[in-house]
C-alpha cells in the first residue's frame, strides 16, 4: 500500500503526531504540507493540520482541496480537549474540504497552545468570547504538556488501526 503522510504545523504539535504515525508507517513518504506533491497515485493520504478558528489551518485546508480521489485519514492537534465538541466539530468541518475523496478514519489530540495566541487573548477583556476565562486558563495548563508519550502512542494505534483497514 503506497501511503504518504503530509502535515501542516505551527508550533511542532502536528510534526510530533506526524512523526509518531510515521514510526507504525515507515514505509510511508512523510512531508511537510509546503512541499508535499499531489496524492494522485497513492492508496492513502494521511493528513495532519491544526486546529484554527475552528477548522484546519489554511495550508492544510488548501491541500484538502486538491486531494481528489485519494481515500483520506485525517488527523489534528489543537488546544482544547480532544473529546470536547470543540474537536469533534472542528474535524467535521476539515473533512467538508475532501471534495471526492472518502474519509477513511479521524484521530484528535491535544496539544499546546501558541504561546503568541496565549498573549493575544490574555490581552483581551474577561467578558471577551475569546478572553482569558478560568477554564480557558485551566484548558491552556492541560494543554502545554501535549503531545505527550501516550498521545503519540495513541497516534500510533490508530495508525495500527489504519493499516489494518486498508489491507482488509
Not at 489534528?76 to 475532501?98: I, K, V
Request: with cysteine; glycine share 8%; net charge negative.
Amino acid at each position: 500500500m503506497k501511503t504518504m503522510i503530509v502535515y501542516s504545523s505551527r508550533t511542532g504539535n502536528t510534526e510530533t503526531i506526524a512523526r509518531a504515525i510515521h514510526q507504525e508507517m515507515p514505509r510511508a513518504e512523510l512531508f511537510p504540507v509546503e512541499e508535499a506533491p499531489s496524492p494522485e497515485g497513492f492508496d492513502l493520504l494521511v493528513l495532519g493540520f491544526w486546529v484554527d478558528k475552528g477548522t484546519a489551518d489554511v495550508a492544510a485546508r488548501e491541500y484538502l482541496q486538491r486531494v481528489g480521489t485519494t481515500p483520506t485519514a485525517l488527523f489534528a492537534t489543537l488546544g482544547a480537549y480532544p473529546d470536547s465538541n470543540h474537536a469533534r466539530e472542528s474535524m467535521e468541518r476539515a473533512s467538508e474540504f475532501l471534495s471526492g475523496a472518502p474519509l477513511v478514519g479521524s484521530f484528535v489530540c491535544q496539544g499546546a497552545v501558541d504561546s503568541k495566541l496565549q498573549n493575544w487573548m490574555e490581552s483581551l477583556p474577561p467578558d471577551h468570547p475569546h478572553g482569558p476565562t478560568e477554564e480557558r486558563l485551566k484548558r491552556w495548563r492541560d494543554a502545554s504538556t501535549h503531545p505527550d508519550g501516550k498521545d503519540c502512542e495513541a497516534a500510533r494505534v490508530w495508525a495500527r488501526g489504519l493499516i489494518r483497514e486498508e489491507r482488509s
